[in-house]
């Protein structure tokens, strides 16, 4: 059975919202469902496991297309973004949530 096959019958016949491990590391197929006009589809969810093969959080990424991994991807690979996550991680153990305020300017 081909991977089209594959996902056509995930697709077909799974439920609702059904979550599907796949052979990469973590990334798992989705089942949104159909709602309204637009029919149900499958998505790509991103969630990091554990070295027991257990996701690190409840809901992951979802990514419902091409066009979406490669706005994550760009967004990911800004090195700003990982300067940015040194220094929460600098200052997180003690860190505040601010709420109602301004965007920080990174």
């Excluded at 991977?3 to 796949?22: N, Q």
């Excluded at 027991?52 to 979406?68: A, E, F, P, V, Y």
């Amino acid at each position: 059975m081909s991977l089209a096959e594959k996902l056509r019958s995930f697709l077909e016949s799974g439920k609702d919202w059904e979550r599907r491990k796949t052979s990469l590391s973590g990334v798992f197929l989705l089942k949104i469902p159909r709602k309204g006009s637009r029919p149900a589809e499958i998505a790509v969810e991103l969630n990091p496991v554990d070295s027991s093969g257990q996701t690190k959080k409840r809901r992951g990424l979802i990514l419902r297309s091409l066009d979406d991994l490669n706005d994550y991807r760009a967004i990911i690979n800004d090195a700003k973004l990982e300067q940015l996550m040194k220094t929460i991680e600098q200052v997180n153990p003690r860190g505040e949530r601010g709420e109602g305020e301004e965007p920080l300017e990174i």
